[in-house]
C-alpha cells in the first residue's frame, strides 16, 4: 500500500539551519494495516505524513502509494488516494461556510465543473451521515462551521475525509487539541470508520495508550529512524510502562517527560 | 438625473461584483480590476469605431477581461509573488496594451456612433430613452447576478468558497488550487472588462485613465453594500453589492454637485471615498464580533 524507499530529507540544505530529518528511511505498510506511529518531538512523524501526502518532497529516495510510484505527484493528485486529518480541528474545515457546502466539496476529488450536486438526495445522504456522528450536526447544516465546537469540527472533518473513500488515511494528532470526552469520542469515530471501510491507516499520536490500544502495528521513531516496529501479538502485549522503558533505553531525547505524563493520564 | 445615477450605478455595479469574487469570495485582492475596466471599454471602443460590431465588442471586452485576470493569476502561481504586486504588474502592462488597442490613442469617442444604448433605446421610440435604459440595465444586472448565484451553488462555485476560506482543504478535495485561481481571477475580470465596456457606451468615449480608483470604487461598494444589509445568503451578498455600488455612485453625484457648498471640489472626491471606505471598515469590523465571513 505504501511503500517508501531510500527517503533523505534535510531541511534548509546548504545553510546554517540545515538539519537532516532522514537518511535512507524505509518502510512498508501493507493494504489495510492500521499503523500507530509514536516518537519523541523531531523524531519526524510529521515529515514522514508530509512526504507521504505529498506536502513536502524528499531529497532522494521514492514513495510508492497503491503500487505506483508517487514521487513527484503534487499534494492535489496524490488527494486522490490519501485523506489527512491535522491537530487542528480547523484546519479541515471552511469556517464561512455551512455544514452542507464542506461535506459537499469534500465528497469528490478532483476537478468539478457546474453541475449543482447538492440537492435534496445529496443533503438526504449527508444527514445520515452526520446523525451517525451522534454529535448532534445533522440538525445543524445550514449552520456556518465556524459555530461549531472544536470536537464536532473534527468529527466533521474526520466524515468529509471518508466520503470520499481515500485508500489511505493519515492521522497526525487529530485528537490532540480536543478536550478528553471529544478526544475519545473522535477516537471511537476513527475506529468504527476505519473497521467500517478498511482504510489503510497511519496515526501519528502522542498517547501511548492509544497507540497500544489501536491499531494492528506500531512504530516507534527517533532521530528520523524506526527504532521499534512490533505488530500482532507482540503489540498487544505492550504496556505503557514498557513503551516508556524503551524510550529511555533509546537515550532519552527531548520531551520523554512529557510522555511520560501523557501515557499515565488515560 | 435620478435615472441617470441609477443606470451607472448599475453599470458599476457590474464592476464592483468582480471585485466582490476577488476580494471577498477568492481572498485574492486584485488590483487588475484599474487595467482590466479601460481595457473592456477600450475594446468595446475598437470594435465600435473599426465596424467590427457591438456583439464582438461585448464577447472580445469578456474575453480580454479574463485574460487579463489570468495573467495575474499565472504571475502569482508561478512566480510566487504577492497577489496586490502580481495586480499591478498586470495593471501596468495594460495601461501600454490599451493605448494600442485604441490604434495609439489615449481617448476614442463613440459619439455618433451607433452603440448597444443607442440600440436598446430604439428599440422602444416612444417612451423616455432614460428610462429605457434604466429598465434595460435592471434586467441585465440581476441577470447577470442571478448568475452569479447560481454559479456559486454548483459544485464548481462551491469550491472558490472554499479556496478563499482555506486552501488546504481545496488540496485535500484534490483539487489544484492554481487553476481554480486562474478561472476565478478570470471572472472576476471579465465582469470588470464587461462594466468597462458597457461604461463606454454610456459615456460616450473610452480613456486610458477610466479606470483610475476603479478598486477603490469596487470596495466601497462592497463595503457600503455589507453595511446595509447583514446577511449570510449568497444571494443577498451578490445583491447588496449593486445596491453599494448604486448608492456610492449617489453619494459621488451628490458630492460633485452640491460640494461646492462646503468648498469641495471634484478633486476631494478621492479623499472623501477613502474616508468612506474606512469609515464603513471601522462600522462592520464593531458590528461582526465573531460571525460573519463569506457566507454568514
Redo the contacts between chains.
Keep these: 500500500m505504501i511503500r517508501l524507499e531510500g527517503i533523505v530529507k534535510t531541511f534548509h540544505p546548504g545553510s546554517p539551519d540545515a538539519h537532516t530529518v532522514f537518511q535512507g528511511l524505509n518502510l512498508e505498510v501493507g493494504e489495510g494495516e492500521f499503523v500507530t506511529v509514536i516518537g519523541s518531538n523531531g523524531a519526524g512523524k510529521s515529515t514522514l505524513l508530509n512526504l507521504i501526502s505529498g506536502k513536502i518532497f524528499a531529497d532522494a529516495g521514492r514513495v510508492f502509494i497503491n503500487g505506483r510510484d508517487m514521487t513527484k505527484l503534487p499534494e492535489y493528485r496524490r488527494a486522490q488516494y490519501v485523506g489527512r486529518i491535522f491537530q487542528d480541528p480547523l484546519a479541515g474545515t471552511a469556517a464561512t461556510m455551512t455544514v452542507e457546502d464542506n461535506l459537499m466539496i469534500a465528497a469528490k476529488k478532483g476537478f468539478r465543473g457546474l453541475r449543482i450536486s447538492l440537492n435534496k438526495k445529496q443533503r438526504e445522504t449527508f444527514r445520515n451521515h452526520l446523525a451517525h456522528l451522534d454529535m448532534g450536526l445533522e440538525d445543524r447544516m445550514k449552520d456556518n462551521v465556524g459555530l461549531l465546537s472544536g470536537g464536532q469540527r473534527q468529527a466533521l472533518t474526520l466524515l468529509m475525509m471518508v466520503l470520499s473513500r481515500p485508500p489511505l488515511i493519515l492521522l497526525d494528532e487529530h485528537t490532540a487539541a480536543l478536550d478528553p470526552r471529544n478526544a475519545e469520542r473522535v477516537m471511537d469515530l476513527t475506529r468504527i470508520f476505519v473497521g467500517d471501510y478498511g482504510f489503510t491507516t497511519l496515526m501519528v499520536t502522542h498517547n501511548m495508550a492509544h497507540a497500544i490500544r489501536y491499531g494492528s502495528r506500531l512504530l516507534m521513531m527517533d532521530r528520523g529512524r524506526i527504532v521499534l516496529d512490533v505488530g500482532g501479538e507482540e503489540k498487544a502485549g505492550l504496556t505503557v510502562e514498557g513503551l516508556v522503558k524503551r524510550f529511555s533505553e533509546l537515550g532519552a531525547t527531548a520531551s520523554d517527560a512529557l510522555l511520560l505524563t501523557r501515557g499515565g493520564e488515560v | 438625473m435620478i435615472e441617470g445615477i441609477f443606470v451607472e450605478g448599475l453599470i458599476y455595479g457590474i464592476m464592483a461584483l468582480g471585485v466582490f469574487f476577488t476580494f471577498r469570495i477568492l481572498n485574492f485582492p486584485d488590483l487588475t480590476v484599474d487595467g482590466s475596466f479601460p481595457l473592456g471599454a477600450a475594446v468595446m471602443a475598437a470594435c465600435i469605431t473599426s465596424g467590427a460590431g457591438i456583439f464582438w465588442g461585448l464577447t472580445l471586452a469578456l474575453v480580454s477581461g479574463w485574460l487579463a485576470g489570468a495573467v495575474t493569476a499565472e504571475i502569482h502561481n508561478r512566480l510566487r509573488v504577492p497577489h496586490l504586486l502580481a495586480g499591478i504588474l498586470t495593471m501596468t502592462m495594460l495601461y501600454s496594451i490599451n493605448i494600442r488597442i485604441m490604434g495609439n490613442r489615449a481617448n476614442l469617442p463613440l459619439v455618433r456612433q451607433e452603440t448597444l444604448l443607442t440600440q436598446v433605446t430604439q428599440a422602444f421610440p416612444g417612451l423616455d430613452p432614460a428610462w429605457v435604459l434604466l429598465g434595460f440595465f435592471i434586467v441585465l444586472v440581476l441577470g447577470i447576478k442571478v448568475l452569479l448565484d447560481?454559479?456559486f451553488?454548483?459544485?464548481?462555485g462551491?469550491?472558490f468558497?472554499?479556496l478563499g476560506?482555506?486552501e488546504?482543504?481545496?488540496?485535500?478535495?484534490?483539487?489544484?488550487?492554481a487553476?481554480y485561481k486562474v478561472i476565478g481571477v478570470g471572472i472576476s475580470n471579465a465582469l470588470v472588462a464587461f462594466s468597462g465596456a458597457l461604461a463606454a457606451q454610456y459615456q460616450g468615449f473610452s480613456d486610458v485613465n477610466l479606470g483610475l480608483g476603479m478598486v477603490v470604487f469596487g470596495l466601497a461598494a462592497v463595503m457600503i453594500g455589507e453595511f446595509l444589509i447583514p446577511s449570510?445568503r449568497i444571494w443577498v451578498l451578490t445583491l447588496r453589492v449593486v445596491l453599494g455600488a448604486i448608492l456610492y455612485k449617489a453619494i459621488l453625484y451628490f458630492g460633485r454637485y452640491y460640494g461646492y457648498a462646503i468648498h469641495m471640489t471634484p478633486s476631494d472626491l478621492k479623499l472623501i471615498s477613502g474616508l468612506l471606505i474606512i469609515f464603513a471598515l471601522v462600522l462592520t469590523r464593531r458590528g461582526k464580533k465573531g460571525?460573519?465571513?463569506?457566507?454568514?
Design positions: 447560481l454559479f451553488l454548483t459544485d464548481m462551491l469550491v468558497g472554499a476560506n482555506n488546504q482543504m481545496v488540496l485535500a478535495a484534490g483539487v489544484n488550487p487553476t449570510n460571525r460573519g465571513g463569506l457566507f454568514s
